[in-house]
């Protein structure tokens, strides 16, 4: 079984930082793509960062120049380092991550439970 845990979320007032993590537990063999997903009331899910095993990284547009996302690959672990942060950017942020793992030998999608980020004004 693959388990994705995230950490980091809160309160913060807007111009403020914070950092979120997700480590990736199991019988794994690899992780291909890591990444972050927001959903905010009344709003699809959106793409914030991913980040591939060999370092490549796509923002959303939203975001850009303001969160930075990274990985420990010896820790199976991404990083989503929120700089300047608006009210606007007030969603629960979602874990996501590419796995190979002995319970299916395909690259099979895994998601985190979620985690509360708010930013007051």
């Known amino acids: 079984q693959v388990q994705l845990v995230e950490s980091g979320g809160g309160l913060v007032q807007a111009g403020g930082s914070l950092r979120l993590s997700c480590a990736v537990s199991?019988?794994?063999?690899?992780?291909?793509?890591m990444g972050w997903y927001r959903q905010a009331p009344g709003k699809q899910r959106e793409l914030v960062a991913v980040?591939?095993?060999?370092?490549?990284?796509n923002y959303g547009e939203s975001v850009r120049g303001r969160l930075t996302i990274s990985r420990d690959n010896a820790k199976n672990t991404v990083y989503l380092q929120m700089n300047s942060l608006k009210p606007e950017d007030t969603a629960v942020y979602y874990c996501?991550?590419?796995?190979?793992?002995?319970?299916?030998?395909?690259?099979?999608?895994?998601w985190g439970q979620g985690t509360q980020v708010t930013v007051s004004s």
């Open positions: 199991g019988r794994i063999f690899s992780i291909n793509t």
């Open positions: 996501n991550a590419l796995v190979v793992s002995a319970v299916r030998v395909l690259p099979y999608d895994y």
């Open positions: 980040i591939t095993s060999g370092g490549s990284i």
